[in-house]
């Protein structure tokens, strides 16, 4: 794979905590905050397609947004079925 060096601000605090978890793992910093990062944008990318779902389903069903906090109350409390 191929790399490329950036430069980046990290509060000191945050710092810190980095380079006391980089060393309890003994990796690089580097390598810590790349599966961070990494880490953070599958999260999203998952997310994204949960929130991509939702809003097909939706369509399908005929299900407007101001209807959709309505309809979770009902089936956390048995009145309709999910």
Same mark, same amino acid.
């Given at each position: 794979?191929?790399?490329?060096?950036?430069?980046?601000? =990290?509060? *000191?605090?945050?710092?810190?905590?980095?380079? *006391?978890?980089? *060393?309890? @793992?003994?990796?690089?910093?580097? #390598?810590?905050?790349? @599966?961070?990062?990494?880490? +953070?944008?599958?999260?999203?990318?998952?997310?994204?397609?949960?929130?991509? +779902? #939702? %809003? !097909?389903?939706?369509? *399908?069903?005929? =299900?407007?947004?101001?209807?959709?906090?309505?309809?979770?109350?009902?089936? !956390? %409390? #048995? !009145?309709?079925?999910?």
């Amino acid at each position: 794979m191929q790399t490329q060096t950036i430069n980046l601000s =990290i509060p *000191k605090p945050l710092l810190m905590m980095i380079n *006391k978890q980089a *060393k309890a @793992e003994a990796r690089t910093k580097s #390598g810590l905050i790349q @599966e961070a990062v990494r880490s +953070y944008l599958n999260r999203q990318s998952a997310w994204n397609d949960i929130f991509t +779902y #939702g %809003q !097909r389903q939706a369509k *399908k069903l005929k =299900i407007k947004a101001s209807q959709v906090e309505q309809l979770v109350d009902e089936v !956390r %409390q #048995g !009145r309709i079925n999910a």
